[in-house]
């Protein structure tokens, strides 16, 4: 069955640096295009970053762009997330999600603290 785990969260300072980790199983990963969700406290869930299959191609939330980075590692089944100079307002839990076809997949989410 299809398995979404991320891992990296945590508790960091304003300016700060996480990379998050979302490690994929039971799907063809290397076919797949992933994407960052994120989600705030009282605010709906919102697209953060997004990768083709093969790595090539990317996009951003406005608010993330010049600070998140996402790639990929199809050898290891594994899309990532470099978030630097953090800000409170990126302060959510962070989900990594593949569509495979009709179907949505999501991981149980990492949760990103950014306050002083």
């Known amino acids: 069955q299809v398995q979404l785990v991320e891992s990296g969260g945590g508790l960091v300072q304003p300016g700060g640096s996480l990379k998050l980790s979302c490690a994929a199983s039971?799907?063809?990963?290397?076919?797949?295009?992933m994407r960052w969700y994120r989600q705030a406290p009282g605010k709906e869930r919102e697209l953060v970053a997004g990768?083709?299959?093969?790595?090539?191609?990317?996009n951003y939330l406005d608010s993330v762009k010049g600070r998140f980075l996402i790639s990929r590692d199809n050898a290891k089944n594994t899309v990532y997330l470099q978030m630097n100079s953090l800000k409170p307002e990126d302060t959510a839990v962070y989900y990594c999600n593949a569509q495979l076809g009709y179907y949505g997949y999501w991981g149980q989410g990492t949760q990103v603290t950014v306050s002083s």
């Open positions: 039971g799907f063809t990963f290397s076919s797949y295009a």
């Open positions: 990768i083709s299959s093969a790595g090539s191609n990317t």
